[in-house]
């Protein structure tokens, strides 16, 4: 009775915390480099092989998804250059390397304008089908000229079919690819300043027709990017306007976005800084007007994280600045590439100056190298965590040997436990890092740590095969990684994750039995409460984790 008494007790508990935890986590990286990736060559800005853009954009948007000529809406994505092999191929290879890809949908020349039912299915279906045959990580949604427009309504209540279908049309991609992978759909958009901050001026056609679809979807929006570019001059919310190619410019256009600001439509209300990107063109020649160059684009970002002084006349509301600012996005990763239009990846190397990536260079050598938790036949090795790391590698081997044995580890951990060691034996170990830079780099090795492992134990053997397995997990609540730590466990047992319904969301395979560490990343799992279990051929023993 008691332990049926404690499964309801458990069962409501987990039902209230998912009551609590209802909005995701982010999937994008902070902070980000955004940068467009042209399907097309460009003798002024050719063609790049998706996998040899520079490493420092860590989220790519490939364009574009467009309509199919003669239908209703069905989007199409042809790669160019290349295989659909190839490019699936090339995605899966930034996938490896922790970048986001998305689909940018629309773009300059292709009208997107849902204004059926008929459409707007047609819409959903077709796109689905695309992100699901080249594994994108979300859609972004770039659309311009008479794509989106408002004839009445309110920024709350619109009233356009055409923004009604597309608002539905979003969330029930998101809704689908959630059902089928169990994570969250990456949702950008990338928006003309009329669209958005233009709503300042006047409330109808194109003016603020961005602002009801911005916030419909406000819970779901990762990033928001306006194009701060091909603009003209803009309202700031002090009531001034404000000419583009100015640091004042990027200045006012961001924080009015933070802010909010009066609309004919109603109030818009402003987003967190944390979901708010520069958007700029990467060279004078990406765009027909509004190139800012680097050093005032670095005193105006400065200046909105709170970091630097006024670069102009504009002065922010807030007086601290905005530090989660989220990042940069550029037109076009082509155009940030080639040295005849500025230096190559000159805008990229401001991010890396601006957001602090040039710590990064060179790639720094992992340092306070210990070892810890040593037995008979492991070693948790430990070292000092870089934040440019994208990955590390250790190797090891026993002492007056030459032979190194060599394990890469694709995360940015500090934490690694080698198994299948001999007792009573000295080893040496090392590590390097793996840095974010153009093109990924290594470090050199680090200094040689030595340690000798434990005599064997009387008994071990026996005592783990009948002691019931112990399981720990930390940090609980967690965001990005949890930390296992069992022992007794059997070998080649099983890790399984399932969510409230019984749903497996995650299950892996532990080789090695004994005392075992694992650490698995739970970054794209939903915000939410999950049962792991580890199941033996004779045992099992399981824990409740929450998911912030």
């Avoid at 930390?483 to 395979?509: A, C, F, H, W």
Wanted: with cysteine; proline share 4%; glycine share 8%.
């Amino acid at each position: 009775m008691k332990q049926h008494l404690r499964t309801i007790t458990t069962f409501f508990f987990l039902i209230t915390l998912i009551s609590i935890n209802k909005n995701l986590n982010a999937q994008a990286p902070t902070p980000a480099l955004i940068g467009y990736w042209q399907n097309w060559n460009d003798a002024n800005a050719p063609y790049i092989q998706l996998n040899n853009i520079d490493s420092r954009y860590n989220i790519v948007n490939v364009s574009f998804a467009v309509p199919h000529s003669g239908t209703d809406y069905k989007m199409e994505f042809i790669p160019d250059q290349v295989s659909q092999t190839t490019l699936i191929n090339q995605i899966q290879t930034l996938h490896s390397q922790g970048r986001k890809v998305i689909i940018s949908i629309g773009g300059a020349t292709s009208v997107v304008k849902l204004s059926t039912i008929a459409k707007r299915d047609t819409f959903v279906n077709t796109m689905v089908a695309i992100i699901n045959t080249y594994d994108f990580d979300g859609i972004d949604l770039d659309l311009e000229g008479s794509s989106v427009s408002v004839s009445g309504g309110t920024i709350a209540n619109p009233t356009d079919a055409s923004i009604i279908n597309l608002i539905y049309a979003v969330k029930q991609i998101m809704s689908v690819y959630y059902t089928q992978h169990g994570h969250r759909l990456i949702l950008t958009m990338a928006p003309e300043t009329a669209f958005v901050q233009g709503g300042q001026s006047a409330y109808g056609g194109i003016w603020g027709a961005y602002l009801p679809i911005i916030h419909a979807l406000r819970d779901s929006l990762e990033i928001l990017y306006v194009q701060l570019y091909n603009s003209g001059s803009m309202y700031g919310i002090d009531g001034n306007i404000y000419a583009q190619g100015t640091a004042d410019f990027i200045v006012a256009m961001t924080e009015a976005i933070i802010h909010g600001f009066n609309t004919a439509g109603g109030f818009f209300t402003g987003l967190p800084a944390n979901k708010v990107a520069i958007g700029l063109p990467a060279c004078a020649n990406a765009a027909g007007g509004g190139f800012v160059n680097t050093a005032n684009v670095k005193a105006a970002i400065d200046y909105l994280r709170g970091n630097g002084i006024k670069p102009g006349s504009y002065t922010l509301n807030n007086a601290s600045g905005y530090p989660t600012l989220r990042g940069m996005m550029t037109w076009s990763v082509n155009w940030d590439a080639v040295g005849t239009c500025g230096a190559a990846y000159e805008y990229a190397t401001n991010y890396q100056n601006i957001f602090g990536g040039s710590s990064c260079t060179p790639c720094p050598v992992p340092v306070n190298l210990t070892t810890t938790a040593i037995t008979s036949s492991s070693a948790k090795l430990n070292w000092q965590v870089n934040n440019c790391a994208t990955g590390y590698r250790i190797r090891y081997r026993q002492t007056g040997t030459s032979a190194w044995i060599i394990k890469t580890i694709n995360i940015n951990t500090g934490l690694r436990k080698v198994t299948g060691l001999t007792s009573s034996t000295q080893y040496q170990w090392q590590v390097k890092t793996e840095c974010s830079l153009s093109p990924l780099v290594w470090s050199a090795w680090s200094s040689i740590k030595n340690f000798t492992t434990s005599p064997p134990r009387f008994g071990e053997s026996t005592e783990n095969e009948t002691s019931a397995i112990t399981l720990n997990i930390f940090p609980n609540p967690t965001q990005n990684f949890l930390n296992i730590s069992l022992t007794n466990v059997e070998p080649d047992s099983k890790l399984i994750i399932r969510n409230v319904m019984g749903q497996i969301v995650y299950q892996s395979e532990i080789t090695d039995g004994g005392d075992v560490d694992e650490q698995i990343d739970v970054s794209e799992l939903t915000a939410a409460v999950y049962v792991l279990t580890i199941v033996s051929e004779s045992k099992t023993a399981s824990g409740v984790f929450v998911k912030k």
